[in-house]
C-alpha cells in the first residue's frame, strides 16, 4: 500500500522521471532551482508563486536560488540530508511499501501516552533504537507513543521545539523511511503514534523564510519565542494552508495516529474560523469514518470550547488538552515547591486536586496571581474527564528545572506511588514521561546544538533565566546549570536502560505495569459511563480528597486519596467494591491512612 499526501507547494516526484516544485516568494523578484549541477530559471505565476516542471530523479539534491544571491533549501523540504542549511533531497513516498492497511486505530478511552525524545530515549538515538524497545512499551500497557518533535532542527541535537523545516523529519534520527518503518512496526504492536508539532513560531536558525516570503510573519504579536506566525494578516491564506497541509502530510504520509499540537496559547488569530478551528475541521474532513485520529493540544488558555463531543463521543474539534493544573496542584502536594507558576495552586492545593478530578481544569476563569490577577480559563465541568490528558512528569516539567531533575529525585517516594494511583487510575487519560516507569534517575536537560554565535547567547540566557532562585545567584550557582550547547548535557539526559534489573527500578516497573493492567480491566470498562457534568469532589483535610464519578444507571467510580504523612479520619465510608487501594494492605474504613489510595465501584 502506497501513502502520499499531495501539497499545493514544494517538490513532488511524479513517478516518470519529472518532478514539479513551486515555492510562495512574493519578496522575490527572481527565482532559480538548483538541482543538482543544473540551476534552473523558475516560471513567475500568479500571487507570488514560482513553479517549475523539469527532468528529475527521487533521491537528487536541490535548493532555490532567491534574486541570484541567496540559496535556501526548499521550506516544504520532505528531507534535510545535510541539515536545514544544506541542499533539500526530492523524496517519493511511492517508494515506501505500507504493511498496516488494517490499521484503524483505537479508541481514545484506551489512551494510555507514553511521551519521549528520539534522541535520548535509546543508546542509538535513533527510530531504528526505538524500534527496538517498542516491545518495552507493549508490556508496560501504554496504547500510545508520543514523540517531541521532529522538525528538521539546527544542529545534531535538540528537544525539537527550533524546527525550522516543518515537513523534513530530522536527519539525525535517521531517513524518513525509517520513521516509516517505526509507525508501521508499532501498529504491529498496537501502539498508536502521536507526534507533537510546533505551529506557534520558527526556530531561531536556520529559518529563510523573511529572505522571500516575510509576510509568514506578524508585526502585531510577538511569542516568547520571537516573530508570531501570520494567520489572520495580508498573505494569510498560503501560511493557513502551509500549516493545515502540514497537519494532514503527518497523518496520511506517515500514518500517525494524532498530533499533539505545542502552545497554541502563543497563537494569534483574530480570523472567524480561527486557525486551529480551520485544522481541526479539515482533519475531520479528511479521516472521519475512515481510522480514529486524535487531535490533542497544550493551552496554557485553559479554553474549552475546543473541547468536547461532537456526535457519537467524537470530538468536535479536540480529543483532549495537556492539564498543567492538575501536574502544578500534585507538584505542590508531594515535592512542596511553591514559587514560579506554583504560586496559583500553593494557598490550597487540594482543592485544586479536587475540582481537576471532578472538572477537569482547576482554573476556569478565575483569576491568576501569577498573571497579575487576570482571569483564566473556561468552564470544563460539563466535559467528560477524556478530555484532560493529566501527568505527574512530561518533558517541560521537569526540562524546565535548572538541574532537569525527575520527581524521585524530589519528592517521598510514597508520595509518588499515591500520586500515580491517583493519575493512573483516574477516568483522564494518563501520560508518561519516558523511563518514569521505571524510576530513572537521570535528568533530562535542555540541550540544543546551535551555532558558535547563537550558542553563547542561549547559555547565558539559561543561566539569566535561573538567576531568580538564591541557589543559582552567584557565579559558582549559575556554573552548576549545565550548558545546553555541550554534548555532555545530551548525552546524561540519555536513559539508562542498564538500571532496568536493578532495585529500585525493577520495582517501579512492576507497580506501573501493575495500575496500568488494573486501568484496562476495571477503569477503562467505566469511561464511556461517565456522565459529564455530575461528578464531585470533597477535600477531606489538607492533601486528601474524596471524589465521585457519576455513571449510567445510578453507579459511582469513587477514589480516596490522602498524599499525607498524617492519617484522615472519614466521616462517610466508602462505599462498593474495592478496584485498588495503595498501599495493598488492607486496613479500615473509617480512616485514610497516611500516603495511601483506594478506589471503589458502587455498581
Known sequence: MKRKHRMPFGAEYRGDGTASFRLWAPRAFSLALRLGEKELPMRRAEEGWFEILTEAQAGSRYHFRI?????????ASRFQPRGVHGDSELVDPDAFTWEDENWQGRSWNEAVVYELHVGSFSPEGTYAGLENRLDHLSELGVSAIELMPLASFPGERNWGYDGVLPYAPACCYGRPADLKHLVQTAHKKNLMVFLDVVYNHFGPEGNYLHLYAPQFFSDRYRTPWGQAINFDGPGCRTVRDYYIHNALYWLEEYHFDGLRLDAVHAIRDSSKPDILT????????RFTGKREIHLILENDNNASRYLGARHEHKPALYTAQWNDDIHHALHVLIAGERDGYYVDYAPDPT????????????FQGESSPLRQGRPRGEPSRELPPTCFVSFLQNHDQIGNRALGERIVRLADPRAIRTA?????????????????????????????????????????????????????????????????????????SKLDWNSLPDEPHCRWLDFYKELLRCRREAINPQLADIVPGQSEYEPLAAGAVRVRWALSHGRKLELLANVSAVSVPLSEKPQGHLLYREPAEEAGRSELPPFSAAWFLNS
Open 67 to 75: 534574486d541570484g544571491q541567496h540559496h535556501v533549501p526548499d521550506p
Open 278 to 285: 480551520e485544522l481541526a475541521q479539515g482533519v475531520h474532513q
Open 351 to 362: 482543592r485544586h486536586l479536587g475540582r481537576c478530578l471532578a472538572e477537569g481544569f482547576s
Open 420 to 492: 500515580l494511583t491517583i493519575l493512573l487510575l483516574a477516568p483522564a487519560p494518563p501520560l508518561i514521561f519516558m523511563g518514569e516507569e521505571f524510576g530513572a534517575t537521570t535528568p533530562f536537560l535542555f540541550f540544543c546544538d546551535f551555532g558558535a554565535e547563537l550558542a553563547g547567547k542561549v547559555t547565558e540566557g539559561r543561566r539569566a533565566e535561573f538567576a531568580r532562585f538564591e541557589q543559582f545567584r552567584s557565579p559558582a550557582g549559575a556554573a552548576r546549570i549545565p550548558d545546553p550547547n555541550d554534548i555532555d548535557t545530551f548525552l546524561a
